[in-house]
Structures are given as C-alpha cells and as structure tokens.
C-alpha cells in the first residue's frame, strides 16, 4: 500500500502559486500603503518611524534574496542592463566607498552608500517580479495606489468633519495643516502626490462604466488634487506640471488623454478646494488658516544657500566630495541637503561619481521615453495608459528632485525604487546579456552582503538612542529649534 504526502488543495489555486507570487513586490506593497496612512513607531517623530520601517522592508527583502531563484533572477536582470549603466554604476560606487573612507565620519558615510545599493537591489528585484508577470500586473499596481490614495483620503475627510464638528466645541479653528497626516513636513507628502497621482485617474479611465463608478473612482483623485492645491507645495506643482508636459509630449494619443484627463482632476481639485477648505469654513464662520504662497511664489526659500554652499563644497573637493551624507555635517543649518539630487551627488560623493550616477538616471529616463513613445500605437488602450502615466510620474519625481529631497525621505525612496523597478521590468533586455547563474548570484550576494554590512554598521548606534539624541539636541540648542531631517529626524551627523 503507497501512501502519498497529504496536500490541501483549493479549488482555482494551483499547486505553485506560493513559488509564483511575487514576494518582494508584496512586501513593498504593504509598505507603500502601510507608511502614509500608519504610525509605525508613535514615540518617535513621523519620519523616524518611516525609517525604521523601511529598514525592516529591506531586511526582509534581503532574507527573500537568500531563495536561490529569487537570487538568480535578480542577477539576470542586472546582467540584462545595458553594460555601460553596469559599469558605470559600479564605478560610481567604487568612487562613493573611497569617498566614504576619506570623510570625517566614514560610518555615517558607508551608510549612505550601503542604503544607496540595497534601494538598487530592490529595483532590481522589483523590475524581476515584474518581468516574470508581465503586463498582467500593471493594474494590480495602479489599484495599490488607488487603495493606498483611498485610505489617506478616508483619513483627510475624518479630520475634517471633525474639524468641522467638533473643533468649534473646544475653540478651535479650521486649519488646513491638519488635513495633512502622516508626514513629518507637508513637503514630504507632496513627494507622493508627485508619483501617485498620474496613477489615480485610471481606474475612473478604465472601470467608470456607470455614473456611480465615475463617482466613486474620481472622489478619491479630487480629493488628492484638492491638497496639492492647499499644500502650497511648488514642487509638487512643478513636478506634476513636468510630467503632464513629457505625457502629452512622448506619450502619443493616449499621452494627450491622460493630460486632458489630468487637467480635469486639477479642476475638481480647485472646485473642491474653493468649496470644502474656503466656502464651508467662512459659512460657519470660522476662523481659518491656509497655506497660501502666493507671495512668495517666486522665493527660492533659501535653497540659493543650500545650492551655492553645494557649489562650494564642489570646487572645494572636486574628485571625492565631502563625503556620503556629509552635507549634513558641514552645512550651515538651513538643511541636512541640499534640496537638489545632481548638486548632492556631486557635492557628497565627488563630481566623477555625481557625472556617472546622473548619466545613469539620464539614461534610463530617455530609454523609458523612447519606449513609450515606441509603443504609443501599439497594444490596448490600457496598457498604454498605465505606460504614460509611469513615464509622468517618474519625470515628475526628477523635476521634484532637483527642488526637494525626493532621494533622501523614506517614504520616497522606496515609491522611486519601486517605480524604477517596474519601469525596468517592462523593458527587453538591452543586450541579452549573460552570466553564469552562479557566478551572478555569487557577485550579486557579495554586493548585498557588503552594503547590508555598511548599512547595519550606520544604523546600529543609534537605533536605541534617537529619542535620546534629539532631545540633547534639543536642549544644546533650544526647544524651538527646528529639525532637519536627513537619514533620521535629527538630520545632523556629528559623531
């Protein structure tokens, strides 16, 4: 008598389906709609708890890399780039480690470069999960941020009714800040409305079929647009303006839809921002307070500081640069960065290794559009749509970049590192390339293996003492004093 294994099995579930999900996109996903709308660590500021958060991701994703299959298709992906991106990257980290041990605090400086690898390593890993899925998954995609916009959305309209409610029973106001959760600074909200938000009409695009789906799938993109309007972010403003411009440019019939589209999601943003944030206050006769930058839309708001303080560390140390995160050790205290990813590359890192990185990033954004515009005629109506609104979103999160801390914030981070991912994902393989399974799981363990190494060597100090270091700060320089946040809340490096 044979017996055989006893396996539970469930009707339209195959027996693979657990070998075949795509895990480390899962984990992202939860990630990306967990950190807007979830305190990860209440006793900590916003963005230390994003921090932690994100460090737990990548940990768990570098767990997964131990599968021999996830390893192998990691590394088929990376010797699937072209070989210049390859060669230049490497260099570009070569150059940061030598830069690392040349900086005044090298631990703070490896940790920066760790980070930087292990974010490419998710891309990568990103980019196979989507490759192995195929177009099939772009939806799935566009309905994590629709959930994730939907969530924020649910929370934005609770604080206001209880604005509303109940704020005038205890004397208080309409203020326009409090609709903004979950951020340490309004800015780094405005980071995610750049990258969400050409994503959020689609599903109005694609599955509005009734009036009462219209309804339901455009009041979450209204709401979306209704605080970029308040926001008073004008990076947010520039960025979703750039990524309209390289839709409607590259981006063929369809590109020309999702603009007008677009246009019309501002609209009901302005409609609903003239209605629920002025109109309902001042008819209950409430006090108010907005976000309005009308009068200073044309100042720069120090960042001319930050980017001639860049350009002088520039000329100063030409060939490594200060150092991997030591902007925040040198600068004067105006911020940890300097609001501008080119100017903190050649600043931090050295104007060889800035030169590669950027070459990189220009690279990948000009293959993207020449696919993009390869394929505007070609496919179904969605499969276009969703490649428009991924080029948008990306041109929209570079343009941001050169203004805003797009490559330093958590949250951020990972949304880029996802996004580069799917984009790398869709693309053929530029040249086919080939290694040996081994030999590219070995190479690509060893990379992960030295920046996890660096990463954990950066962050074990201080993980049980952030509390603590804040409020010596604090106390050194004042209660008033404002943060500014760079890895950590308290962005400044000094020991």
């Given at each position: 008598m044979s017996s055989k294994p006893l396996i539970f099995e469930f009707p339209g579930i195959r027996r693979d389906f657990l070998h075949q999900l795509p895990w480390v996109t899962c984990v992202v996903a939860i990630f990306i709609f967990l950190a807007p709308n979830f305190d990860f660590a209440f006793m900590l500021a916003w963005h230390d708890g994003q921090r932690l958060a994100q460090l737990i991701?990548?940990?768990v994703v570098l767990l997964m890399l131990a599968v021999a299959g996830t390893a192998t298709s990691v590394a088929a992906v990376w010797a699937g780039l072209p070989r210049a991106i390859r060669y230049a990257l490497l260099t570009a980290f070569a150059l940061g480690v030598m830069s690392s041990f040349a900086a005044a605090l090298p631990r703070w400086a490896l940790l920066e470069c760790g980070f930087f690898l292990l974010l490419i390593v998710l891309s990568l890993s990103i980019a196979a999960n989507r490759r192995a899925l195929g177009?099939?998954?772009?939806?799935?995609?566009?309905?994590l941020f629709f959930a994730t916009a939907s969530a924020y959305a649910f929370t934005t309209c609770s604080v206001y009714a209880a604005m509303l409610l109940v704020g005038p029973?205890?004397?208080?106001?309409f203020d326009i800040r409090e609709l903004y959760t979950s951020?340490?600074?309004i800015r780094f909200f405005g980071h995610i409305q750049?990258?969400?938000?050409?994503?959020l009409l689609l599903p109005a695009m694609w599955w509005g079929t009734t009036r009462a789906r219209r309804v339901l799938l455009w009041s979450v993109p209204a709401i979306w647009w209704m605080l970029v309007v308040g926001s008073g972010t004008r990076?947010?403003?520039?960025?979703?303006?750039?990524?309209?411009?390289?839709a409607a440019l590259v981006g063929g019939s369809a590109g020309r839809r999702w603009a007008k589209w677009q246009g019309a999601g501002l609209l009901c943003g302005l409609l609903c921002y003239g209605v629920f944030v002025v109109g309902i206050p001042q008819l209950l006769d409430l006090p108010a307070s907005f976000?309005?930058?009308?009068d200073d839309i044309m100042s720069l708001s120090l960042r001319e500081v930050l980017w001639s303080t860049g350009l002088a560390y520039i000329a100063q140390h030409p060939w490594l640069g200060v150092g991997p995160?030591?902007?925040?050790?040198?600068?004067?205290?105006?911020?940890?960065?300097?609001?501008?990813?080119?100017?903190q590359w050649l600043a931090e890192w050295g104007a060889p290794a800035g030169l590669l990185l950027t070459g990189v990033w220009a690279a990948g954004g000009i293959s993207l559009a020449a696919q993009v515009r390869r394929v505007a005629g070609q496919g179904n109506d969605q499969a276009r749509l969703f490649r428009v609104a991924l080029l948008a979103a990306l041109t929209g999160a570079s343009a941001q970049a050169m203004v805003d801390g797009v490559l330093v914030m958590p949250v951020s981070q990972t949304l880029l590192a996802l996004l580069v991912g799917w984009a790398i994902g869709m693309m053929p393989s530029a040249e086919g390339g080939r290694v040996g399974r081994r030999a590219g799981r070995l190479f690509l363990m060893l990379v992960v293996l030295c920046a996890a190494a660096a990463v954990a060597y950066g962050v074990a100090p201080e993980i049980d003492r952030l509390a603590e270091r804040q409020k010596n700060f604090l106390a050194a320089h004042g209660p008033d004093t404002r943060l500014f946040p760079r890895f950590w809340t308290l962005g400044w490096i000094n020991d």
């Open positions: 991701l990548l940990a177009d099939r998954a772009d939806p799935l995609l566009v309905l029973a205890y004397g208080q106001g951020f340490s600074n750049t990258m969400l938000l050409p994503f990076g947010t403003w520039a960025a979703l303006l750039a990524g309209v411009i390289a976000l309005h930058r009308t995160m030591h902007y925040a050790y040198w600068a004067t205290e105006v911020a940890a960065h300097p609001h501008n990813a080119l100017l």
